[in-house]
T-cell receptor
Framework: QKEVEQNSGPLSVPEGAIASLNCTYSDRGSQSFFWYRQYSGKSPELIMFIYSNGDKEDGRFTAQLNKASQYVSLLIRDSQPSDSATYLCAVKPGGYNKLIFGAGTRLAVHP | DAGVIQSPRHEVTEMGQEVTLRCKPISGHDYLFWYRQTMMRGLELLIYFNNNVPIDDSGMPEDRFSAKMPNASFSTLKIQPSEPRDSAVYFC???????????FGDGTRLSIL
């Protein structure tokens, strides 16, 4: 069974700090990796996607992928209270056309 | 560009009634996904379509649930008869291409009394 694991949190960080969100996956053949942000009562919103090993940066967000260790992470620099949300990691296993979602990590950024 | 459009946004109905949820994917997207989200079970994939054809319905809970996609711009998820345990937020998502991101609609919050 394909699995995606995330720490449910809450992860509490002070405003201005770096928030580090982690995700591990079971299928070694996974090809595509996505981070979604979900505010309470709202739908998941795409933040980042990454396909290759290494880092990918977009503004305050950096996605990191390590296929050998089967983990993907999301770093949020200069965290703001508006970043407080649940972050969902999603993985597309090899040979699948659907995503496997983790349960999400709740991030709380306090002033 | 318009995103994924779902209707209704909220639905409250009594147990035993038929419920129909609707979704219009992003134009040009050839994959459409139906999800259900609850606090207990998180985000669950119910069914997905490719080019209007159902590909994987293994997540559909039981025969009370059915989904159709009569054309590239419209899909329905139907529950008949509805039960209180069907109460959840139902999301529709679409994407183009195998490795492209999915984009979600705003969801339908369903309450079965």
């Amino acid at each position: 069974q394909k699995e995606v694991e995330q720490n449910s949190g809450p992860l509490s960080v002070p405003e201005g700090a770096i928030a580090s969100l982690n995700c591990t996956y079971s299928d070694r053949g996974s090809q595509s990796f996505f981070w979604y942000r979900q505010y309470s009562g709202k739908s998941p919103e795409l933040i980042m996607f990454i396909y290759s090993n290494g880092d990918k940066e977009d503004g305050r967000f950096t996605a990191q992928l390590n296929k050998a260790s089967q983990y993907v992470s999301l770093l949020i620099r200069d965290s703001q209270p508006s970043d407080s949300a649940t972050y969902l990691c999603a993985v597309k296993p090899g040979g699948y056309n659907k995503l496997i979602f983790g349960a999400g990590t709740r991030l709380a950024v306090h002033p | 560009d318009a995103g994924v459009i779902q209707s209704p946004r909220h639905e409250v109905t009594e147990m035993g009634q038929e419920v129909t949820l609707r979704c219009k994917p992003i134009s040009g997207h050839d994959y459409l996904f139906w999800y259900r989200q609850t606090m207990m079970r998180g985000l669950e994939l119910l069914i997905y379509f490719n080019n209007n054809v159902p590909i994987d319905d293994s997540g559909m809970p039981e025969d009370r649930f059915s989904a159709k996609m009569p054309n590239a711009s419209f899909s329905t998820l139907k529950i008949q008869p509805s039960e209180p345990r069907d109460s959840a937020v139902y999301f529709c998502a679409s994407r183009t291409g195998q490795h492209q991101p999915q984009h979600f609609g705003d969801g339908t919050r369903l309450s079965i009394l």
